[in-house]
Each structure stands twice: as structure tokens, then as C-alpha cells.
């Protein structure tokens, strides 16, 4: 019988053995032999689906629609879930009853106290006042509010600050605006070197604030590289900045959850974070940005979000918003544990059955130097989007660079700034492991891999 998969979900609330869990209202008109019941043997009525008064956001990631048949990946699935909502009395709760948060009638002041009581979850989980939480449609909508809000609001300020200083291996949602910034807004954008690691070279960075501190509007390094998983040196970073008095963005969307998190202690100055990285809800996001700092909106109109970003206020996707950012903050340590050791069988059992297999990005394992669920290899002889699609056929999904690049047919920039040749760029892979990836998962991949290697090289030899 197929089973519920135990993700992002926020409309219904179900009660099993003493906690209540959140559901999609959907659920029963999924394609099953019992309406898609699937937590326990019985029909809808018996699984106890009941509207709940309350909304209560210190709450968990809830169930998803997802269908698996594979009983032991169920098992730990759901032994997981429940060991992340044991502590918590109720999910997240009917939402279809909300109004608009910016409404004053009773239904939108319960909807903007379930906004208000998930900014303050999250602020809580990333160490930042609520009043810093600032709700977007996601990553690269953050990415582009602190970008350009901030350029547009220091040129302003002082029209000598058009330098933006970065780094070549960012994610896209961060180059592409600084590309836009550079060809309409005059920006003089400095993409900085990094080391054959994928690390920022600092003293490239302190060369670059040097030669001319008032004219640098903002720096902007991510928190850990996407692709490679390397961990910037962010508290150099922002020593330096500040030195000058120039404010620090940085795009923590691979980080949260995976490595410790803390806005204050960072000392940056805005953080970008998205939902779907940490189990939450698709389309909504945050950039985490101080009270003090002016950033110019890019959205006009009903003056939301400290007339930052204005728009109706997406409630459900911020209540599962929180949930997924308070579990993957708080469950971060363990999880970290369990996906590195993952990934070093992973990487040590790959290089067993393809030795000239090679690491990239920082080989040091440790959470200051490389994302846990990270393993980015190159396999020399193997054009890697020949090598992804055989696996893909063995059922293993893999990248051959940044998801949102895909289908691209360009090597991976974040290689290309690494030092590697175009053709190495090429013969590289990306595989990361997650909270469903399990020792059979490992498994998978090395049974699959020789076969794989030997028919791409195959091909390319022809």
C-alpha cells in the first residue's frame, strides 16, 4: 500500500498515537486503495482529521502528497517526522480560514499573528531580532533586494559608492543581478579571485577595499558555495569590510541547516535564506536584513515588509516557512553528523571503484571548511552530463552544476573560477545527500558508478 512521504504540507491536522501532525486537506483525493490513509490501516474518517481553533507556528514540517511504495525508506521517514514533532503539541493548523494580514477585521489580525509569531520563530532560530526578518518570494528575490536596495541606497547616500565587490564562483541569483546592476546602473562590479579550493582570497578582497574605501557601495560573498560546498571565510570578510564601514550581504541559502547559522554573530549586515532548502514550502523566503541599514525597495505599493517589499503577505507558506527553519536549525548538529558520514563513504567508496575519481572544493571536512551533504567529484575521461544521465537512468539523481544552470551546455563557472581547464569542468558531478538519504542510497550510487564511468569514457572515445 503506498505511503504518505512526511514533507512540506500545512492545511489539515491529523492525530496519531497522542501527536498531532499537519496534513494537506488534499490528502484524500490522492490515488489509493484507502483514500490515501496511508499512517495507519483505516479510511479517513478513522485517521482522525479534525479542524484545530488555534494556530500555533512553533510547529513542524508537515506531511507532503509524495507517494513512495518502499517500506523501509517509510519506516525511517516516519521515525524521523516523529521524532521532530514529539516535542511540539500541535503542526501547523487549518489555514484555509486566514485573511489578509494587513486586514484589521478578526480574521486578518490572526493571520498577522501567525505572520508575526513566524517571524519571531525564525529570528529566534538565526539569532536576529523579528523586526530584521523581512518575507520574500524566495532566494533569489532576496538576493536582488539586498543587490540592488543596497547599491541604489549607498549611491544615493554618497554618489562616489558604484564599486560592488564579489566573488566569481556565486550562485546566479547573485551574479545575474550584479551583471544587470553593472550594465544598467553604472555599477562597477569587481568579481574577486578565489583559491583552487573555491575559497574568497582575502587578500584580493583587502587589496580591492584598499585602493579605494569610498567608493565601495557593497561586498557580497555567499556563505558556502553551492556547487563545490566550500565555506567562505565570512568573519574575514566582514572584518575587513567594516573596517571601511561598507556593509556585508551574504547568500546563506546552502548554509542554513547544514552548518551553524547566526546573523548577530556573523556580523553581516543582510542574509539571504529560502524555504525549500530547509523542508519548508516552495515560493517564500526571507532576507534577514538590519533595522538600521536603508535598503531601497524594488516592489511599490501597499507598504509591507517595513515598505521593503510590498505585497500581500503569503501567511501558510511563512507558517511552514518557520517550521522548516526552527526543525532544520534545531535538528542541524545531528543532521550535519549523519550526512557527512554519508558523504565520506560515499566519496571514499566512489574512489575505490574509479581511483583517478577526484575531490573538489575544501577536503577538510569539517563544518568551517565544506557543506556535510557535499560530494562534487571529477571523473577525468567522462563528459559529465553523459555520466548524469546514465546514473539518472539507474535512478540516481546527480548535477553537473548549479540546478537552476541546468541544461545549460557550459561548464560549470564555479570550476572555470577554481582554476580547473574547461574540459575538467566538464567531467564533474555533484551529489548531495539530504535528510531521506539513507546507507542504501550509497550503496546505489557505488554499485552504479563503475558501469557508468566505463560506458561515458566509451562514448567520449569514439
Known amino acids: 500500500m503506498a505511503r504518505l512521504d512526511p514533507y512540506v504540507g500545512y492545511n489539515f491536522s491529523v492525530e496519531l498515537d497522542g501527536v498531532t501532525r499537519a ?34 507556528t512553533q510547529s513542524d514540517i508537515t506531511l507532503s502528497r509524495g507517494i513512495t511504495n518502499d517500506s523501509k525508506l517509510w519506516e525511517w521517514r516516519q521515525k524521523a517526522m516523529k521524532g521532530a514533532v514529539e ?6 493548523t487549518l489555514l484555509d480560514d486566514v485573511g489578509n494580514p494587513s486586514s484589521l477585521h478578526a480574521s486578518g489580525r490572526a493571520a498577522r499573528r501567525v505572520v508575526e509569531e513566524s517571524r519571531e520563530t525564525i529570528a529566534q532560530a ?18 536582488n ?22 566573488t566569481a564562483v556565486e550562485h546566479h541569483a547573485v551574479l545575474d543581478p550584479l551583471h544587470w546592476l553593472a550594465e544598467h546602473e553604472g555599477a562597477d562590479v569587481e568579481l574577486l579571485p578565489v583559491d583552487s579550493l573555491g575559497r574568497l582570497d582575502l587578500q584580493a578582497l583587502r587589496a580591492s577595499l584598499e585602493r579605494d574605501p569610498g567608493s565601495v557601495a557593497l561586498v557580497s560573498v555567499m556563505w558556502a558555495n553551492n556547487e563545490v560546498g566550500t565555506v567562505q571565510p565570512l568573519a574575514e570578510v566582514v572584518e575587513l569590510a567594516h573596517a571601511h564601514d561598507v556593509p556585508v550581504h551574504t547568500d546563506a541559502v546552502q548554509a542554513v541547516g547544514q552548518v551553524p547559522v547566526d546573523f548577530a554573530a556573523s556580523g553581516v549586515d543582510a542574509l539571504t535564506l529560502t524555504a525549500h532548502k530547509v523542508g519548508g514550502p516552495y515560493g517564500v523566503g526571507a532576507l534577514v536584513v538590519r533595522r538600521d541599514l536603508d535598503v531601497t525597495p524594488q516592489l511599490h505599493g501597499g507598504g509591507q515588509e517595513r515598505d521593503i517589499r510590498s505585497g ?3 501567511t501558510p507558506a511563512i507558517a511552514g516557512f518557520a517550521a522548516a527553519v526552527e526543525i532544520a536549525v534545531r535538528e542541524q548538529p545531528r543532521h550535519a553528523a549523519r550526512v557527512a558520514a554519508l558523504r565520506d563513504a560515499l566519496v571514499a567508496r566512489v574512489q575505490q571503484v574509479v ?8 577536503p577538510d571536512p569539517g563544518l568551517a571548511h565544506r557543506l556535510p551533504g557535499n560530494a562534487h567529484l571529477t571523473f577525468p575521461g567522462c563528459e559529465g552530463d553523459s555520466l548524469l544521465m546514465l546514473l ?5 539523481a546527480c548535477s553537473t552544476g548549479s540546478a537552476c544552470s541546468a541544461g545549460v551546455p557550459q561548464p560549470s563557472h564555479v570550476l572555470l573560477a577554481m582554476g580547473c581547464d574547461s574540459q575538467a569542468a566538464r567531467h564533474s558531478l555533484r551529489f548531495t545527500l539530504g535528510h531521506t538519504s539513507l546507507p542504501a542510497d550509497v550503496d546505489a550510487v557505488v554499485e552504479a558508478i563503475g558501469p557508468a564511468v566505463e560506458r561515458a569514457r566509451a562514448v567520449r572515445a569514439r
Do not use: M
Open 23 to 56: 496534513g494537506f486537506r488534499e490528502c484524500s483525493g490522492l490515488e489509493s486503495s484507502q483514500n490515501a490513509t496511508e499512517y495507519r490501516e483505516g479510511t479517513d474518517k478513522n485517521l482522525g482529521v479534525r479542524k484545530l481553533p488555534g494556530l500555533n
Open 87 to 92: 516535542r511540539h503539541d500541535i503542526s501547523i
Open 126 to 143: 538565526l539569532n536576529c531580532r523579528p523586526g530584521e526578518v523581512v518575507f520574500t518570494s524566495g532566494g533569489t528575490e532576496s538576493d
Open 145 to 166: 533586494l539586498a543587490l540592488k536596495g543596497l547599491f541604489w541606497s549607498r549611491r544615493a547616500q554618497d554618489p562616489r559608492r558604484t564599486r560592488i565587490l564579489s
Open 312 to 314: 500581500t503577505i503569503d
Open 355 to 362: 581511483p583517478d575519481a577526484r575531490v573538489n572544493g575544501d
Open 392 to 396: 539518472d537512468a539507474r535512478g540516481i
